[in-house]
């Protein structure tokens, strides 16, 4: 559990540095970047919402 805390706590780190780097170029993209990145999280932490596993998960 707390392994899996830490995982997610990487991961928005990594989601948050990326949207802190693109605000160099513009707000919309680092807001684009982050929601991105937020719905691949959540994409990763239910992977049932994800495409892949409505396809009958990984192989």
Known sequence: MLTDLL???GLLLV???LAVA??????WLALAVAGLGLL???WLVEPSRSPRARRGGRR
């Open 15 to 17: 989601v948050a540095a």
């Open 40 to 42: 691949g999280v959540s």
């Open 7 to 9: 995982d997610l706590a």
């Open 22 to 27: 693109a605000a160099a170029v513009g707000l």
